[in-house]
């Protein structure tokens, strides 16, 4: 009766080991996974118009579309201000209700100034009554 006592504890005890060791390698590999490389990535073009009337829409239609994505979008800049880190943050022009919210990689912007149009690609993460996209980079010049 001992003796299948101590099997059954010692296999429970290696099954919770196992398992620990398991779940530490998954989250050590996700903890140190490269960033994608946004300006080498295939972009989905859009401009900054219809991707705020596609959230505004159907937002379940348009986080399958466009979530975590990379995207090149075509607008025209509303404001440019930085956030609590210091990055800078553009605001596009998107419909009358919603825009885009872009933050910017780096610290060293060329000059950038409302009503100007440029081509911004980053990744799309959601929608926040403004569309919201991180790792952005400027296209072109």
Known sequence: ????RKKIVSRVLLSLLLITVS????GYKLYTKPHRNIEETKAIPVSA???????ENDETEANAKYLDKVLEIQGEINDVSTNQKGEPVITMKG????????????KSVREIKPNKSVSIKGICTGFLTDVVLVRCILQGD
């Open 1 to 4: 009766m001992k003796s299948s």
């Open 23 to 26: 779940i530490g390698f998954v």
């Open 49 to 55: 118009r219809e991707l705020a009337r596609a959230y």
């Open 95 to 106: 419909t009358d209700l919603s825009g885009l919210i872009c933050t910017l990689e780096g």
